[in-house]
């Protein structure tokens, strides 16, 4: 063989032999390696992908419920006065969903029930006052989704994915 220029290894091919074993060996290492990271690195996007998934979902059902809440701000006002809280069912956002006809979010409407409920809402007199609140409420849940991706493998995090699925309480 070419790579060995002594006397013993072009004598014995048992030498030869075991030299490319001990190659081979290395560079199934180095494939299994490879495959390991990419798996992973699979992994992690997908995990990723579910959860902007869910969050843009949660996002589109705050916008909606923030329309709803604007247009029946009579409704509102009376429940607000009498429990201090608003329950809303979100089945009927995602079937005015499914009805646009987006395959995306026709397959999640079909799957998914999910119930919203803003507690703890001020008392407000006016509709202005009432968007303000919510729009916070929606950036409090963009800045909840930064401080997840920073760090996604974190287990404390794990409370912010099971907190913001389209099932969570918001």
Do not use: H
Not at 70 to 75: H, I, L, N, P, Q
Not at 79 to 90: C, F, T, V
Not at 94 to 107: A, G, W
Not at 159 to 166: D, I, P
Request: charged share 30%; proline share 1%; net charge positive.
């Amino acid at each position: 063989m070419f790579l060995c220029k002594t006397e013993f290894c072009k004598k014995n091919d048992a030498f030869v032999l075991i030299y490319v074993l001990i190659f081979s060996a290395v560079l199934a290492l180095l494939s299994l390696i490879t495959f390991q990271k990419i798996n992973y690195s699979y992994q992690i996007c997908f995990e990723r992908e579910t959860f902007y998934r869910n969050f843009y979902i949660t996002e589109m059902i705050l916008d909606k419920t923030l329309i709803i809440i604007k247009r029946d701000f009579a409704k509102v006002e009376k429940i607000l006065q009498k429990e201090g809280a608003i329950s809303w069912d979100g089945q009927g956002v995602l079937e005015e969903i499914k009805n646009k006809k987006d395959k995306f979010f026709d397959k999640i409407a079909n799957d998914v029930s999910c119930q919203i409920k803003i507690e703890n809402l001020p008392k407000v007199k006016n509709k202005f006052l009432l968007s303000v609140f919510l729009t916070k409420e929606k950036e409090n849940l963009c800045v909840i989704f930064c401080v997840f991706f920073k760090d996604a493998k974190s287990e404390e995090n794990e409370l912010f994915t099971s907190y913001f699925t389209l099932r969570s309480v918001i």
